[in-house]
């Protein structure tokens, strides 16, 4: 007994820093879309409804799995809402920018792309992942520095969406800007000094590009772009959070593109 501790224990050190999913939905999502789950952690007890698909879809791929009290799940948890359920997953693996313009091409749509200028909290990363599959964008964009990446957080903020959107992680987002501009995609930025949405025409290959919190887009991006686009606003406040503005800008880029 003491010695299958000291393993749980270790296996728990060693995959701290690991890519793991947590939540009964983000699992099933992942094991659905085709990622590889190499190991599943399972609150011992009674399991009844989405648990029970879990471990079918463990059974399917044929996953190894572990039962383990809830207090060591805690512990392992990088959310602080496992569910009973934590997946650790081969490496998260980035696209390429020509991979989402391939995305674009096969499905006949002119390209749709969300481009994040610095996103630091991992639920907004996971809930804008969550709007671009929504409203169709072909893909994601964030910088290599100074912004969060692929994290157990974002991906159960996406509620499974990161598994169907493909990310792009970038080292210069004014270069990409400019590699893109070369494929014909037009650029707005958001930024509350801008024109209202809903008098730009966004329609065609476009870039909607999205500034960090507090700070917005930097001022090298939002030179690079084509045009900048406010959201209307009647209250007192100035400014809405940015995974708001990027779901509320989305939309009505999807408003024009289908009318």
């Excluded at 224990?9 to 999913?21: A, F, N, V």
């Excluded at 879309?33 to 879809?57: C, D, F, H, K």
């Amino acid at each position: 007994m003491r010695r299958d501790t000291d393993r749980t224990h270790r296996e728990i050190r060693e995959e701290s820093g690991s890519d793991r999913i947590e939540g009964r939905n983000a699992v099933i999502e992942a094991f659905r879309s085709g990622r590889t789950v190499e190991r599943l952690y399972i609150q011992s007890g009674p399991r009844e409804g989405a648990m029970n698909t879990v471990l079918r879809e463990a059974d399917k791929h044929g996953t190894t799995v572990r039962y383990l009290p809830k207090d060591k799940l805690d512990k392992m948890s990088e959310t602080g809402r496992h569910q009973g359920v934590i997946a650790v997953l081969s490496a998260y693996h980035y696209a390429e920018l020509e991979d989402v313009m391939d995305r674009a091409r096969q499905k006949g749509e002119d390209p749709f792309l969300l481009l994040l200028d610095g996103i630091e909290d991992p639920h907004n990363l996971g809930a804008i992942i969550r709007t671009a599959n929504l409203v169709g964008a072909h893909g994601v964009i964030i910088p290599e520095n100074r912004a969060v990446g692929i994290t157990a957080t974002v991906v159960k903020a996406s509620a499974g969406a990161v598994h169907y959107t493909p990310v792009v992680k970038v080292t210069n987002m004014v270069r990409t800007i400019e590699q893109l501009k070369k494929e014909g995609l037009w650029f707005v930025c958001a930024d509350m000094d801008g024109t209202a949405m809903t008098q730009l025409n966004m329609r065609g290959p476009i870039g909607l590009v999205i500034g960090a919190e507090g700070n917005g887009v930097s001022r090298l991006v939002r030179e690079n772009c084509d045009m900048v686009a406010s959201i209307p606003q009647k209250g007192e406040i100035d400014s809405l959070n940015a995974s708001v503005a990027a779901g509320v800008l989305a939309y009505e880029i999807l408003r024009q593109r289908t009318q």
